[in-house]
């Protein structure tokens, strides 16, 4: 599968699409269009203040919806959705196992049986009418396997609160809305083959089984979010193993989409059709939604978000002590969707020295890097621990991210606290 850095295409498109937009030349899909202004004017001020507080609101009932157990060890919940305890990675792989695997819901995970699933591929890009693939046809397509993380755009988003002052709306996630799979399934371009896909197709809208979403009264429909086409026929898959395993209910058990690097919400989970059109299409999960609103960014907002960014967290709970005087190896992981990782340097003083971390994973694409560093706690008191990454591409985390009002990816270093005592 290629791996060839999209971006320069991917951006192209985004702003095409955006102007596209703002003329009134898209076609809004399955919403009304005076509605989807309405959200757009809505995104472009913050909301409500995440709590300002990074702490874990541990929980101990299960979120609702979600079907796997949600040890409060393992899982902070946060409303529909659970959140994987960042230190609940030490003791694991490159592979996040699915029972720690954090879960987004827009609603509730539905239950599905593989056997009754149908994909209906449809639509105007199709040189003929729409095509209809069992989970039995699926697997006797050409198996691929990738390692893959799936991020929420939304990852980390309570320090903009905590970190910068800033108010963002949204789930107050700290850093495990992440995890890492070697996902099984076959490519989405084979589908789209098969099922006829045209040369003017642009569009290619995956949609979920999951129930209708209601956002402040407003039913924005089934959860949906367009891909361009060159992304859809390069490393897209329709994935129904993960780990090894059929994919569990709450991961979008039969199917869902990997759509590697890019914002958790192009992973489409439960995916029941697939609109294939030659017109380029909008729906709210790509207008008001996943685009960035504020001060720093363009007054009409951003192009819809596309790649993930760069990322480094301790597999540490936030506020963990030390006894002084005794050597720990500290721990990590770092990330990016817009390249693989070259080096990681950790500083325990608070960003006066840096030294590089050892990294334990062959960095790829797509992929995150587990890290270490060795750490002799000296003063008592409270501190701060910072972890930075630098990617192929250069790129290297930032001490402040630029504010959007809903929080997207917040790409700062984080100052973790923690206490030597
Ligand atoms: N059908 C459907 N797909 C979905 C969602 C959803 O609510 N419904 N949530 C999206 C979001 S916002 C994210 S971050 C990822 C989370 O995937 P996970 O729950 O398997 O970790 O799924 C995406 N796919
Ligand atoms: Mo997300």
């Not at 009932?61 to 959140?83: D, I, Y």
């Not at 979403?213 to 039913?219: A, D, P, Q, T």
């Not at 979010?225 to 058990?253: F, I």
Request: glycine share 10%; net charge positive.
């Amino acid at each position: 599968m290629s791996s060839a850095p999209l971006s320069e295409s991917e951006d192209h498109y985004e702003r095409v699409r955006l102007r596209q937009w703002s003329r009134g030349r898209a076609r809004s899909a399955g919403f009304d269009r005076r509605e989807l202004l309405k959200l757009v004017a809505a995104a472009s001020v913050a909301g409500p203040l995440v709590p300002a507080t990074a702490a874990p609101a541990r929980a101990a009932a299960p979120a609702p919806g979600v079907v796997k157990p949600l040890p409060p060890e393992l899982f902070t919940v946060r409303g529909t959705n659970a959140e994987t305890n960042f230190a609940a990675l030490r003791s694991t792989g490159l592979l996040t196992p699915a029972d720690r695997f954090f879960v987004r819901n827009h609603t509730a995970t539905p239950r599905i049986s593989a056997a009754d699933w149908r994909l209906t591929v449809w639509g105007s890009g199709l040189t003929g009418g729409p095509v209809d693939f069992s989970y039995a046809d699926l697997r006797t397509l050409p198996a691929v396997t990738r390692t893959a993380f799936v991020e929420c755009a939304g990852n980390a988003r309570s320090f903009y609160a905590s970190q910068q002052n800033q108010q963002v709306s949204g789930t107050a996630w700290t850093m495990g809305a992440i995890g890492t799979a070697r996902w099984r399934g076959v490519r989405l371009a084979d589908v789209l083959r098969r099922a006829g896909i045209g040369r003017n197709a642009v569009d290619v809208l995956p949609r979920g089984l999951d129930a209708e979403v209601i956002s402040e009264g407003v039913n924005l429909g089934r959860v949906r979010r367009p891909l361009p086409v060159e992304k859809a026929l390069d490393d897209v898959l329709l994935a129904y193993e993960m780990n090894g395993e059929p994919l569990p209910p709450d991961h979008g058990h039969p199917v869902r989409l990997i759509v590697p690097s890019w914002v958790g919400i192009a992973n489409i989970k439960w995916v029941g059709d697939i609109e294939v059109s030659a017109e380029p299409l909008f729906t709210p999960w790509n207008t008001g939604l996943y685009r960035l609103f504020g001060p720093g960014h363009p007054p009409e907002g951003s192009a819809p978000l596309t790649r993930q960014t760069l990322k480094s967290a301790f597999e540490l709970d936030l506020g963990a002590s030390f006894p002084a005087h005794r050597r720990v190896l500290l721990t990590g992981r770092s990330w990016s969707g817009g390249a693989p990782v070259r080096s990681v340097e950790v500083s325990t003083d608070g960003g006066t020295r840096w030294r590089r971390a050892r990294l334990r994973d062959e960095p790829r694409s797509g992929s995150w890097v587990r890290w270490s560093a060795d750490w002799v706690p000296r003063g008592r008191g409270a501190g701060v621990l910072l972890a930075r990454a630098t990617d192929r591409s250069g790129r290297t985390q930032p001490e402040v991210a630029v504010h959007n009002t809903q929080g997207y990816l917040f790409d700062a270093v984080v100052r973790h606290p923690v206490t030597v005592v």
